[in-house]
């Protein structure tokens, strides 16, 4: 966002109302032009700027012999040569009457993460709608997320009168379809403008082409319009962000108020844990403050020795937010690989990153009716009704209550992309009646009984790779050393745990996860579990490993090529999938994903079988795996 100007240092310090507005609706809309008119009537572009701006539009510009306003806010090279959005563009301008922040958010849906990240921090929503086309499916998808992400306040602007003769028939109709979709959504959808933002018909001035339109301009009704702020009639939330230790004598922890207010002297308890202390400071970079509210940078010196870390959430002992390990939200999918159910991602809520899982998808939205729909997985850019699991317990308050502590975010646990942006709907209390119970014998015990510690031997490769061959061996060597041992073999728990699955992604995440907790338990039985399994993805097998005490996983590795596998092809799956009978069969048509360090690597030519087994017994025992207890 560009820095306003020197003469608006008092706008900008916050004496006239700041309104957070974002643009939105389906590709080729108009609302690149339509902010860049705003700036132009409001006069906040400089004179260079403004020639620099005739320049492009010689060059880039869609406007004929006019100036192309979108070349404002489209800044990328990319944007210019295809005259489209595809990042968030952030302009600040003002009036005598208000200030404002502009986002303008692409319409092209492959960019509605960009939409979504725009529309988080958003008060009000400007949908933009070609009269021409009316509502479309990225329209009403775009409507749907400005619901999802608390935005009350939307505002139609049907765009392009001009080409349709400024027609008010054209302009009710679609100004209807909109109020019906607001209301299914929510929203305070009574608000429509009809405008050209070519020309500035009704955007700063009012048109005397539409004599029929006596509401406001845009600018007008953005300038009036109050939208609801729940930050700060919300209840304190202080997600810490870091903990200050300059020296020994001070120790503060900084973050920033995300919602209501704190002052010194008030109570204050650490969610998670409940333990009860005051605000002894609020110190900051200019001095101690008696009070500070939502959206303040802070550091809080506590009254008493808490311990705090990053993550960690401090809010009132009257208003605390619950604190659980499953919840149901609903989640905007980013990714273009499906969300399948039981993949672990890592969740970020506040400050706190967690692992974490959907375990259901209770159902998706379906965009265009609204209707809910069953659904096995979600595809990019679908929303769905979730429920997940946290590998901790986690502080969360409903979305709809508090923006700052309902709301997160999925990441790929490889490529650290962001692949979904969720919304807390309620913790699930029937989790809280699921409790942990211990036993005074534990697997330290049971492994000492069989003097041997626990360990999980994770075979993986493709289909005729040679694991159960290599394990089967393994396990022969292991027995007649007086090791005790069990080995699990992904064809055999498809006779009985897994005969329910089948061979789609969202099964083989499903069959993995129960095959790795079944390997989980009988570690903590104190055996030596051989595993053989395909098991095509690294989240899975990260996952697994992840359950276990560091040290007790091994992934063994079977590079066979695939070729190689054709050749054995000891099941005949290989000449089945090459005549069609087979499908979803992995390294035909379904994707393997090899490991990147596994802690061994069985290469095919490296010799007999035994002695690929021989290689596995002689790592264990260099690390140390098989000393006797």
């Known amino acids: 966002m560009q820095d306003p100007p020197a003469g608006d240092a008092a706008l900008a310090g916050g004496q006239r109302g700041l309104l957070r507005v974002l643009t939105c609706g389906s590709v080729d809309d108009g609302k690149s032009t339509l902010i860049g008119r705003l700036l132009h009537d409001s006069q906040r572009i400089m004179d260079d700027t403004l020639a620099a701006l005739e320049r492009d539009s010689r060059r880039w510009g869609t406007a004929g012999e006019e100036m192309d306003l979108a ?42 993460r960009n939409m979504a990240t725009g529309a988080s921090t958003a008060e009000v929503a400007v949908l933009l709608v070609d009269a021409r086309k009316g509502l479309l499916t990225q329209t009403r998808r775009h409507a749907q997320i400005c619901a999802l992400l608390g935005i009350r306040d939307l ?50 001035r009012r ?140 969740l970020r809520i506040g400050t706190q990153w967690v692992s974490a899982s959907v375990t259901a998808i209770r159902h998706r939205l379906e965009v265009n009716s609204g209707e809910k729909v069953a659904a096995r997985q979600l595809e990019q850019n679908e929303i769905g009704v979730c429920h997940l699991s946290t590998g901790a317990a986690v502080p969360l308050d409903p979305y709809a209550a508090n923006r700052a502590t309902g709301a997160f975010i999925l990441v790929d646990r490889f490529s650290n992309a962001t692949v979904g942006a969720g919304m807390v709907d309620f913790p699930l209390r029937r989790a809280g009646n699921v409790h942990l119970e211990r036993f005074a014998v534990d697997r330290q015990a049971r492994a000492a009984l069989d003097h041997q510690a626990p360990l999980v031997i994770w075979f993986t490769g493709l289909s005729g790779a040679g694991k159960s061959t290599i394990a089967n061996l393994l396990e022969v060597e292991l027995h007649r050393r007086g090791r005790h041992t069990y080995t699990l073999d992904g064809d055999n728990l498809r006779h009985g745990l897994n005969r329910d699955l089948g061979f789609t992604e969202a099964d ?62 000891t099941k005949g799956l290989y000449a089945k999938a090459k005549a069609g009978q087979l499908r979803n069969l992995t390294g035909v048509d379904s994707a393997y994903e090899p490991p990147e360090a596994p802690e061994i690597r069985l290469q095919a030519g490296g010799g007999t079988p035994a002695a690929l087994a021989a290689e596995v017994i002689a790592f264990l025992e260099a690390t140390g795996r098989l000393a006797r207890g």
Not at 195 to 202: E, F, I, V, W, Y
Not at 297 to 319: F, H, I, K, Y
Not at 530 to 543: N, T, Y
């Open 71 to 112: 070349l404002l806010v489209d800044g990328l090279e990319a944007e210019r040569q295809q005259g489209i959005t595809i990042d968030v563009a952030y302009r600040y301008f003002a009036t005598p009457r208000r200030s404002f922040i502009l986002a303008d958010t692409p319409g092209h849906e492959q960019y509605t």
């Open 155 to 204: 505002v139609l602007a049907v765009n392009k009168m001009d080409l349709v003769g400024f027609a008010e028939d054209a302009f009710r109709a679609i100004a209807a379809e909109h109020g019906s979709l607001a209301a299914r959504l929510g929203l305070r959808g009574a608000f429509a403008v009809p405008l050209s933002a070519r020309a500035g018909d009704n955007i700063a």
């Open 207 to 346: 048109s005397d082409r539409m004599p029929w339109h006596a509401g406001p301009t845009l600018l007008e009704l953005l300038e009036t319009i109050e939208p609801a702020r729940d930050d700060a009639a919300a209840p304190f939330r202080f997600p810490v962000q870091w903990v200050s230790r300059p020296d020994a004598e001070f120790r503060g922890f900084a973050g920033t108020v995300a919602s209501g207010a704190v002052a010194v002297g008030d109570p204050v308890v650490v969610a998670a844990s409940g333990r009860a202390t005051r605000i002894a400071r609020i110190v900051t970079a200019d001095g101690d403050l008696d009070r500070a509210a939502a959206g303040e940078a802070v550091t809080l010196v506590l009254q008493d020795q808490v311990d705090l870390a990053r993550g960690d959430l401090l809010a009132p002992p009257a208003a605390r937010p619950a604190v659980a390990d499953q919840f149901a939200a609903h989640l905007l999918w980013l990714e273009t690989e499906p969300l399948l159910p039981g993949r672990q991602y890592l």
């Open 508 to 569: 083989r995440v499903e069959n993995i996860r129960r095959a790795g907790e079944v390997a989980r338990l009988m570690a903590d039985a104190g055996l030596i579990v051989i595993c053989a399994f395909i098991s095509p993805f690294r989240a899975e097998r990260q996952a697994v490993r992840e359950r276990l005490p560091a040290g007790e996983f091994v992934e063994v590795f079977v590079d066979t090529p695939i070729e190689e596998c054709m050749r054995r092809d």
